[in-house]
């Protein structure tokens, strides 16, 4: 049971949007931000969005993230086949002073 | 180029030690926090520990503490994780990571990962 909830699947149409939501409680995203990760199965995983909705140089801007009170989310625009992969909220917890993770949502493009 | 690259892994019975090393490149790495994350096979991504920029904070996930130690060696440039009283559920591929932040006594997630090292805990 991760302290970070996502939905296990997700799914959507090449060009379409999706959404992935991550939710949490007071000590971890109520009061910290929310990072996200890409892995592709097989691969390492990949730095996507920090401090909410801020993107690394290279990422492109069809991702984006926000955060309200203790719930997050994670939107893929313009849907792409190589946007198959396994995504992952994480967020500091001041309760357990570390990191916590969400049990990560699979994206499938259909 | 930012370069991680982590070593160590190997099978080890349970109630075994091990201790796993991670070579640091291409950035100035006192000046980053570092961290251990793990994923077991066919699961999502736990995080393990973290170790501040001078080594002089530690934080550990609750399933690893007190069997788990990080540390670091800024002079080798070198990350280290000394795991004991190794259980089944320690079996993983352990991940070097770096800290997004330069800010001492601040952290901000994690940037670069390495290619990760097996650990498999087996009689």
């Known amino acids: 049971q991760s302290v970070l909830t996502q939905p296990p699947s997700a799914s959507g149409t090449p060009g379409q949007r999706v959404t992935i939501s991550c939710s949490g409680s007071?000590?971890?995203?109520?009061?910290?931000?929310v990072y996200w990760y890409q892995q592709v199965p097989g691969t390492v995983p990949k730095f996507l969005i920090y401090?909410?909705?801020q993107r690394p140089s290279g990422v492109p801007d069809r991702f984006s993230g926000s955060k309200s009170g203790t719930s997050a989310s994670l939107a893929i625009s313009g849907l792409r086949s190589e946007d198959e992969a396994d995504y992952y909220c994480?967020?500091?917890?001041?309760?357990?002073?570390?990191?916590?993770f969400g049990g990560g949502t699979k994206l499938t493009v259909l | 180029e930012v370069q991680l690259v982590e070593s160590g892994g190997v099978v080890v019975q349970p109630g075994g030690s091990l201790r796993l090393s991670c070579a640091a490149s291409g950035f100035t790495f006192d000046d980053y926090a570092m961290h251990w994350v793990r994923q077991a096979p066919g699961k999502g991504l736990e995080w393990v520990s973290l170790i501040s920029r001078d080594g002089s904070s530690t934080h550990y996930a609750d399933s690893v503490k007190g069997r788990f130690t990080i540390s670091r060696d800024n002079s080798k440039n070198s990350l280290y994780l000394q795991m004991n009283s190794l259980r089944a559920e320690d079996t993983a591929l352990y991940y070097c990571?770096?800290?997004?932040?330069?800010?001492?006594?601040?952290?901000?997630?994690?940037?670069?990962w390495g290619q990760g090292t097996l650990v498999t805990v087996s009689s």
């Open positions: 990571v770096k800290d997004i932040s330069d800010r001492s006594g601040y952290y901000d997630g994690f940037d670069y």
């Open positions: 401090r909410n909705n």
């Open positions: 994480a967020a500091w917890d001041d309760s357990l002073s570390g990191w916590v």
């Open positions: 007071s000590s971890n995203l109520g009061r910290n931000y």
